[in-house]
């Protein structure tokens, strides 16, 4: 077998495996060894293969990745409405039971329902908003 199929396998295999880790490390190093595959089919002998792997591979590592990394993440959007509500600490004005309940979130009260329904929690207990369901917090107690 031709050492360029061989570089050619391998690309393919490190290619299939960034489809599972999506960190652009393996598509890198996947196309340096395509790149790699044309040195060797162009009939450079190994040790020229290994170190034109090399090359581009820590080229690529330490220069692509951080300028893809960049672009892939993106900063979190902030919430608004009552997106914005969900996870913030309430504070129980009459006990909350899975049929009804009143909290106040933020200066504003709030009719609320336990998020598991089995649980009373009593007034005066701090909860935290898991869901909010139309105009009704759906809230479980902090531990």
Do not use: N
């Not at 396998?9 to 598509?27: H, P, R």
Request: charged share 15%; proline share 6%.
């Amino acid at each position: 077998m031709d050492e360029w199929v061989i570089w050619v396998i391998l690309a393919i295999v490190l290619g299939v495996a960034e489809i599972f880790t999506l960190t652009a490390s393996l598509g890198l190093l996947g196309v340096a060894a395509l790149l790699t595959a044309a040195t060797a089919a162009i009939g450079l002998p190994v040790p020229l293969q290994l170190l034109f792997f090399a090359l581009t591979s820590t080229a690529g590592l330490l220069v692509l990745r951080p300028i893809a990394m960049r672009h892939v993440k993106q900063p979190q959007l902030p919430r608004f409405g009552v997106e914005a509500l969900v996870g913030k600490p309430a504070y129980v004005v009459s006990e909350v039971t899975g049929r009804g309940g009143r909290v106040r979130i933020g200066g504003e009260e709030w009719s609320a329902r336990a998020y598991d329904e089995t649980l009373v929690i009593p007034t005066g207990a701090t909860v935290d908003v898991i869901e909010i369901e139309g105009a009704t917090a759906l809230v479980y107690p902090r531990e």
